[in-house]
């Protein structure tokens, strides 16, 4: 069974320019979560969807914004891309219970 | 709880001992924690986990005690060894929902 995957695994911008993650679930997971991670850091929570629906935001500004798919997939959207952005962003599923990671996107602003 | 943007605490032990990795977590009514280990490089992956109706539970080398009383959890290793470099991270959920990460902790072993 394939585990979580996001793409890309890299991702380049400019500053300003806007960006867009994918991250496709476990199969009959419903919740989808979302993390940045600086390096060196730890996981700062950014998103949480269940069954479509937005249910928990992160102490984030509006320009980072996702949806989630009726197929449970999710993306995740940074518009206006700032320096402080360069980060690996992880999305994790899960289904009562355990959430399963995803290898992240390294998402680089220049 | 919510980890927030500081440095990774950091825990260096000597190959063969054993580690003891703490997280405090900020929901009283959070009934499912994980213990998760995050390589470099790579999305966290699964340690142990355990539910409030216990307060520890073993594993392969691991084990997780949970203190409801005062919220806290740990993580201990026997004999670690190099290949538990790492950072380790607990998360709380109530109700499997809504999953919250700690700050981490980076786990250093030396030859």
């Known amino acids: 069974e394939a585990g979580v995957t996001q793409s890309p695994t890299h991702l380049i911008k400019t500053r300003g320019q806007q960006a867009t993650l994918r991250c496709s679930p476990i199969?009959?997971?419903?919740?989808v979560y979302w993390y940045q991670q600086a390096l060196g850091l730890g996981l700062q929570f950014l998103l949480w969807?269940?069954?479509?629906?937005?249910?928990n935001r992160g102490n984030f500004p509006p320009r980072f914004s996702g949806r989630q798919f009726p197929n449970y997939s999710s993306e995740l959207n940074v518009n206006a891309l700032e320096l402080e952005d360069s980060a690996l962003y992880l999305c994790?599923?899960?289904?009562?219970?355990?959430?399963?990671f995803g290898q992240g996107t390294r998402l680089t602003v220049v | 709880g919510e980890s927030v943007g500081l440095h990774l605490p950091t825990l260096s032990v000597q190959e063969g001992d054993n580690s003891i990795i703490n997280c405090a977590y900020s929901?009283?009514?959070?009934?499912?924690f994980i213990w998760y280990k995050q390589e470099s490089g790579k999305g966290p992956q699964f340690i142990i986990d355990?539910?409030?109706?216990?307060d520890k539970r073993q594993g392969q080398r691991v084990t997780v005690l949970l203190n409801k009383t005062v919220k806290h959890l740990s993580l201990q290793i026997a004999a670690t060894q190099p290949g538990d470099s790492a950072v380790y991270f607990c998360?709380?959920?109530?109700?499997?929902?809504?999953?919250?990460f700690g700050a981490g902790t980076r786990l250093t072993v030396k030859p």
């Open positions: 994790a599923s899960s289904s009562f219970g355990e959430a399963f």
């Open positions: 929901n009283s009514a959070s009934d499912y």
């Open positions: 969807y269940d069954e479509g629906e937005e249910r």
């Open positions: 355990i539910r409030s109706n216990m």
């Open positions: 998360a709380e959920t109530q109700h499997n929902n809504d999953m919250r």
């Open positions: 199969s009959g997971h419903t919740s």
